[in-house]
């Protein structure tokens, strides 16, 4: 059987259970499509949770964003874990207390002003639009590989699954379905890495063969994993791998903003809805990281071990000796995932200097510009390598048996779909639940809402895809302008809303407001105005940028903003009724919990 | 009477909660800050002497080290809360 063939049957194979359990579990009335009825386990829960956090972001492309990088993009790591004890410790138990169904509607009634709740709303639609544009970049990487077509094919195509797939579950399909998700997509992380880990290191435990001594080092007996990456990395012109390259304030903001961002998501916070407790939605995050930590682990080795062995397919004489030729390329089996990727148009390579070999090195270092000069060499002829493809290539690099690639194809489409369906889950019930029948006509039928809420989520994965053409970074990088977002406009007002009973409904407004519209506009100024490129008036790097801090790292900086903002109009305000105190003692109070109020 | 004191000993009781929950909730935050942004990223530096696999403690905290400690965090705190709701009688039925 070939390896197309093999893909499908994987890939086929999940994807009839994940719609036989959405169907089995389809969702009857509004609550349940919403909020799943509440009879969720903390555990299930926090599987269900990690599948909708684990992204196209975190499965595709987070490790090979760590790879190409190494110790600066460690962020990524802190920043999309240390949320959840944010989370945890700040939001989740308090807003299970208060017991709605929606992010905005403890927004609406703690700022007990129907402008809070809009405000919030436009925060989640924007924040969640920008983030289902990265998970398209993911879904267009997966479905074009694996359908062996060109990455914008795979997009279309993808879109047209993603939709179909949202549309038929509820939350509780979803919940259910999430936890076979999280089944597959962590087997499909994990069991390469042990593969792999075991090919380099002999230690079957990824997180352990990252700091463990290697073998592969074509002679020269055994040294750490991370000296010979550090010490092939440099050889070739690359910035070290396990140094600092980045300062330390863009890291600290960078990081900090993931964080902030990871509390402020609608679709992880509305999971903690769905516990049956208070003191269930403590241990429902902690579940959620346990599960999430298994991949995050397992990520920081991938992208070491994937590096390492890429550098190492490059130059199979050593870093000193002759490069790979272009005939081996083509001709050779360990080398097949190239010809197959480079059909996608994420990998491509040029024979520069017609030498008949293909040299791979970093021609804007100086120090090799005099070694490229004495060798003859006219610049890097690995012309190509989207970062996203590295996960996804990752078995096949290491020339892992055909089964293990169909897993990983499984696994990758299963990360992405989940999240892109939570997620459109959050802006459809923003729009139909929050917007239409909570504002504009609240007599709508029951039909008529979850019709809205589907065309809203028609609405938003077509803007996505159409954003995703052009994306404004690679999916993780997306992503983290989604969080930037967040961080800027949702958290500060939930947490203030919990732990402040003066900030008023004036200045959470006021405070949402000018969080979103600097971050979004210091985004767009770097990025393109609606992400659209070259419409951006400085460029993408930390020298070039604004105040000298990246888009990506913005977030932080918008949320201190909504933070002062908010406080300070409050002060200068009427003070908080009476009645919005005492709602504010009874949230912080576990006892008299009840079910979920629908209003 | 009787019934006013009883609220006022209530709505005493909630304070001493919710000190109580923000004094953990404090040096949780610390600790949190301190694996992460310290010796992940600022204090990295004063850690290089302690070599782990290749590279230093500050590499290891920053890529796995800290979400190690995230989950002890969380569910430390989990633990810690719910004994407190039960020391002061707000636990759910």
């Known amino acids: ?599 | 009477m009787a019934e006013q004191s009883t609220h006022a000993k209530v709505a005493e009781d909630g304070a001493g909660y919710w000190a109580a929950n923000v004094r953990i909730i404090m040096i949780s935050l610390i600790i949190w800050a301190l694996v992460s942004f310290g010796f992940g990223i600022l204090l990295r530096p004063l850690l290089s002497g302690f070599a782990v696999g290749g590279t230093d403690l500050g590499f290891w905290f920053a890529q796995q080290g800290s979400i190690l400690v995230f989950l002890a965090l969380i569910f430390f705190y989990a633990w810690r809360m719910n004994r407190l709701d039960r020391e002061y009688g707000v636990e759910e039925d």
Not at chain 1, 205 to 220: D, H, N, Q, V
Not at chain 1, 503 to 521: E, K, P, R
């Open chain 1, 1 to 599: 059987m070939d390896q197309f063939t093999l893909n499908l049957l994987f890939v086929g194979a999940s994807f009839a259970l994940y719609i036989g359990i959405a169907v089995w579990a389809r969702a009857g009335s509004t609550s349940e499509f919403y909020a799943a009825g509440r009879g969720v386990h903390p555990v299930t829960n926090g599987m269900a949770t990690a599948a909708d956090w684990m992204s196209a972001a975190s499965f595709i492309s987070m490790a090979g964003l760590i790879a190409f990088t190494g110790y600066d993009n460690s962020s990524f790591l802190m920043g999309w874990t240390g949320g959840y004890v944010l989370l945890a410790l700040l939001l989740a138990p308090y807003l299970r207390k208060f017991g709605k169904f929606t992010v905005s509607e403890f927004i609406g009634d703690r700022f007990y002003s129907p402008t809070a709740r809009m405000v919030a709303v436009i925060c989640l639609i924007v924040a969640s639009t920008t983030y289902v544009i990265g998970q398209m970049t993911g879904v267009g990487v997966a479905f074009g590989r694996f359908l062996e077509i060109s990455n914008t094919a795979g997009l279309l195509i993808g879109a047209c699954v993603v939709f179909a797939y949202a549309v038929f579950g509820g939350m509780k399909g979803v919940t259910y379905t999430q936890v076979a998700q999280y089944v597959v997509l962590i087997m499909a992380y994990t069991i390469p890495a042990v593969f792999i880990s075991l090919q380099l290191t002999g230690t079957p435990i990824p997180a352990l063969g990252l700091f463990s001594e290697t073998t592969a080092t074509g002679g020269e007996g055994s040294v750490y994993l991370l000296t010979k990456l550090d010490q092939i990395v440099t050889d070739l012109g690359f910035a070290s791998y396990t140094e600092a390259h980045k300062d330390n304030l863009n890291m600290v903001l960078f990081t900090l903003s993931l964080m902030i961002g990871t509390a402020g998501l609608p679709h992880v916070i509305m999971r903690f809805f769905t516990v049956p407790k208070v003191s269930d939605a403590r241990w429902s995050a902690g579940w959620a990281l346990v599960f999430i930590a298994l991949l995050y682990l397992t990520a920081p080795a991938v992208g070491a071990m994937a590096r390492l062995n890429i550098t190492n397919l490059m130059w199979p004489n050593g870093t000193g000796g002759d490069a790979v030729a272009v005939q081996t390329i083509e001709t050779a089996p360990e080398y097949d995932w190239m010809l197959t990727w480079q059909k996608t148009g994420l990998l491509d390579w040029e024979d520069k200097n017609g030498d008949g070999l293909i040299q791979y090195y970093n021609d804007g270092s100086d120090a090799m510009a005099e070694k490229a000069a004495a060798n003859g060499w006219e610049g890097n002829e690995l012309t190509n390598f989207n970062r996203d493809i590295l996960v996804l290539a990752n078995p096949e690099i290491a020339n892992l048996p055909g089964w293990v690639i169909g897993l990983v194809a499984a696994g990758g489409l299963a990360a992405a779909l989940s999240t892109a369906a939570g997620l459109l889950l959050a802006i459809s019930s923003a729009v139909s639940h929050d917007l239409l029948k909570g504002q504009l006509t609240p007599n709508m039928s029951e039909k008529a809402e979850l019709m809205s809420a589907r065309i809203a989520m028609a609405v938003a994965i077509a803007v996505a895809t159409f954003l995703g053409l052009n994306p404004p970074g690679f999916a993780a990088q997306t992503v983290a302008l989604a969080f930037g977002l967040a961080a800027a406009s949702i958290f500060p007002a939930l947490m203030m809303g919990i732990f402040s009973k003066r900030v008023n409904n004036v200045g959470a407004v006021a405070g949402m407001l000018s969080g979103l519209i600097f971050t979004l506009v210091y985004i767009f100024l770097h990025k393109g105005w609606l992400f659209i490129a070259g419409t951006n008036s400085f460029p993408d790097t930390v020298d070039g940028s604004l105040f000298g801090i990246q888009s990506t790292a913005i977030g932080a900086i918008g949320a201190i903003i909504n933070f002062g903002v908010a406080y300070g109009v409050s002060m200068m305000t009427r003070d908080t009724p009476q009645e919005i105190k005492d709602l504010v003692e009874s949230v912080r109070i576990p006892a008299g919990a009840g079910g979920a109020v629908d209003h």
